[in-house]
């Protein structure tokens, strides 16, 4: 006979869950039906999924409680639901990217991701609602906290759903802001890793150059152990790696050899926080003290947003230009403008901004010599009216064209009650150096 556990299962952490299964304390099977009796409670209201087949996932989670039965290896999230993002590839399941060019795609095969998902005994719980190309257009979904408000974009269902308890884990990407801006919207964990740890090999692709995978959770070492699971080399993701990868869970759980040294970069789009957010993260600084060493910033550095928009625009231009003409009058308004824009930038400008790109990334390869993290605004502030856009992502567009390590965490509060994040930014590939120092920000504030 199972124990009862006092939390709901649907509360249990990952990392919780995944060990409670491994001994028998609770099933995947109780763990999957908590999850869709809390689907099935909130759902119409926030809209978070875009496929999602309880049948598919109890039968799921029926063969992994035989497996564990019968004695054979468990993985690491043995048991436990994931939520996927609606423009990555799973077999058998619908994949529509957020648009109706793609209803009733069905893919034959695993994106990587999925793959390592399986193979750590992840349950594929369903496809989480994304906007339209994960770009622009919002979805429909709600923000948990109010749904009078957006839960934010490209990621809306990963956030939402992780931050509704519909499941502990869920996996989304991000060009811009589209992982960090939701998990802060929404009052969650949201982590992105160095570009190339994690394959996008089966993920829609707007920009080769930027497309990168991050994750979603309640706390930080669940986000670290979902990150562990899904980075792998992969050959055919020109992006990815073939190094060995920071252990992720590992540095959530180090302790600092010595305090860490966060540098705060005065960037003039700080400005568009809302009073309430940044009287917040100034309290906050003020709380770290001596930790925080204020920097200005070069004008160069400020030039980066406007590159990092010359290369997006370019890029699903030239990755998608022959699907976006011959379905251009299936494209939303607020996607066509933006495509109208992206045909009228030159291959000159393009290169530039590449060039850029790259003399960004050597900057900070020798900025992070010095500094631990940098801490900045996740977002502007709480999340935006539902109708008024999926929020600026402008708090996360350096971070992400240099493909650097990036968390938020659910640390501030606005004034309309709804959670507003606080970011930390690493060194590429001192991802558990970043985590590490995340465990220690988390642990000085309590």
Not at 121 to 142: C, L, Q, S
Not at 405 to 413: E, K
């Amino acid at each position: 006979m199972m124990m009862r556990n006092a939390t709901p299962p649907n509360a249990l952490s990952a990392r919780d869950a995944a060990r409670q299964i491994r001994e028998g304390k609770i099933s995947s099977v109780e763990l999957v039906t908590a999850c869709l009796h809390q689907i099935g409670e909130t759902e119409e209201q926030l809209k978070a999924w875009a496929y999602l087949n309880a049948n598919e996932a109890l039968a799921q989670a029926h063969e992994l409680d035989e497996i564990r039965r019968s004695g054979r290896p468990v993985g690491p999230l043995h048991g436990v639901p994931v939520g996927i993002k609606d423009i990555i590839d799973t077999k058998g399941q619908p994949c529509e990217r957020g648009s109706s060019v793609f209803a009733g795609r069905i893919p034959e095969t695993d994106a990587a991701i999925v793959e390592r998902l399986r193979e750590a005994g992840a349950v594929i719980m369903g496809k989480t609602a994304t906007t339209e190309f994960a770009f622009v257009h919002p979805t429909e979904t709600r923000n948990p906290h109010n749904p009078e408000h957006s839960p934010g974009g490209s990621s809306s269902g990963s956030a939402a759903a992780v931050a509704a308890y519909h499941v502990p884990l869920a996996v989304g990407t991000q060009t811009n802001g589209s992982v960090i801006r939701p998990a802060s919207f929404c009052g969650t964990y949201g982590f992105k890793p160095t570009r190339g740890v994690i394959s996008r090999r089966g993920v829609l692709q707007t920009s080769q150059s930027l497309d990168q995978v991050g994750v979603f959770a309640r706390n930080l070492q669940d986000a670290a152990l979902l990150t562990d699971v899904v980075g792998s080399y992969d050959q055919a993701d020109t992006l990815s790696y073939s190094r060995p990868r920071p252990q992720m869970l590992e540095g959530s759980l180090a302790e600092v050899p010595v305090r860490p040294t966060l540098a705060y970069l005065d960037f003039p789009y700080h400005e568009r926080q809302s009073p309430d957010a940044r009287e917040g993260f100034e309290e906050l600084l003020g709380a770290l003290g001596t930790t925080v060493e204020r920097l200005p910033v070069d004008n160069n550095l400020i030039g980066l947003v406007d590159a990092h928009a010359l290369v997006h625009e370019f890029e699903i231009w030239m990755h998608n230009k022959k699907l976006f003409t011959d379905h251009w009058d299936q494209l939303s308004p607020t996607l066509q403008p933006v495509l109208e824009r992206s045909k009228t930038i030159s291959l000159a400008e393009y290169e530039d901004a590449l060039n850029i790109k790259q003399s960004a990334e050597a900057f900070f390869a020798e900025f992070f010599n010095d500094f631990d993290a940098v801490i900045a605004p996740s977002a502007a502030g709480e999340a935006p009216l539902y109708g008024g856009g999926t929020g600026d992502p402008v708090f996360s567009t350096i971070w992400t064209f240099c493909g650097l390590p990036s968390v938020t965490m659910p640390l501030l509060v606005g004034a309309n009650g709804l959670p507003v994040g606080v970011q930390l930014i690493g060194g590429q590939e001192e991802d558990d150096r970043l985590l590490r120092t995340a465990s220690w920000v988390l642990n000085t504030l309590k």
